[in-house]
């Protein structure tokens, strides 16, 4: 099975600074798909970011910005100008492109912003 | 786009009786369903995954007689915890596949279950 492994459990930024999320993955597939969820509070899972491993360009949303480094099994998040709402549990999680449906989700960091 | 809904956000139940959990695609036809459960401050684990028409599969560990799921329609999945006990308190959140894109999962808000 694959794994996903998250080696911060907590992270914390300055309102308005910059911070990198880390996730790394193991797998021996070509294709395959990452996501990172972010789960506030209220602990609906939101879709942040994706990343199909066959395109070579890092995906961005807004704030949110991936550096994916397949080689190395990388998939790092930033989030550029931290705001307060941007403070919850962020999942890594990783999806076979080949092999059934299933999500294998890394252990989660929790990120706190400092106003 | 792509709204799964739960029911009950939160239900709490007396020990040894039957709660069900209903996971509703509201606008997408979901021809598979998954089950997690998540503890405080961890991951999800995935229970079962569930296709229209067909037995769930479960995933090593979890009990299938007592987590009962049924996908009878393209937009509903029941998870029914039979014989409660208070270690079955947790949050379960369903997602679904079957949106605009094919290989994402969209997540429902998530039932807070208490056995007491």
């Known amino acids: 099975a694959q794994t996903v492994t998250q080696s911060q459990p907590e992270m914390s930024v300055q309102e308005a600074e910059t911070v990198t999320l880390s996730c790394t993955y193991d797998t021996s597939e070509s294709d395959y798909y990452l996501f990172w969820y972010k789960q506030p509070p209220s602990r609906q899972m939101i879709l942040v970011i994706r990343q199909e491993a066959y395109k070579q360009q890092n995906a961005t949303e807004n704030r949110f910005s991936v550096n994916f480094q397949k080689a190395a099994k990388s998939f790092s998040l930033k989030i550029s100008d931290s705001q307060l709402g941007d403070a919850a549990m962020y999942f890594c999680?990783?999806?076979?492109?080949?092999?059934?449906?299933?999500?294998?989700f890394g252990t989660g960091t929790s990120l706190t912003v400092i106003p | 786009g792509a709204v799964v809904s739960q029911h009950p956000s939160w239900v709490i139940c007396k020990s040894g009786t039957s709660v069900k959990i209903e996971c509703r695609s509201l606008?997408?036809?979901?021809?598979?369903m998954f089950w997690y459960r998540q503890f405080p401050k961890q991951s999800l684990m995935l229970m079962a995954t569930s296709n229209e028409g067909s037995k769930a599969t479960y995933e090593q560990g979890v009990e299938k007689d007592k987590f009962l799921i049924n996908h009878a329609s393209l937009t509903l999945s029941t998870l029914t915890v039979t014989s409660a006990h208070p270690e079955d308190s947790s949050f379960y959140i369903c997602?679904?596949?079957?949106?605009?894109?094919?290989?994402?999962?969209?997540f429902g808000p998530g039932t807070r279950l208490t056995v007491t």
């Open positions: 999680a990783y999806r076979s492109g080949n092999t059934g449906n299933q999500f294998y």
């Open positions: 606008d997408f036809q979901a021809t598979t």
């Open positions: 997602s679904a596949r079957g949106g605009t894109i094919p290989y994402e999962q969209y």
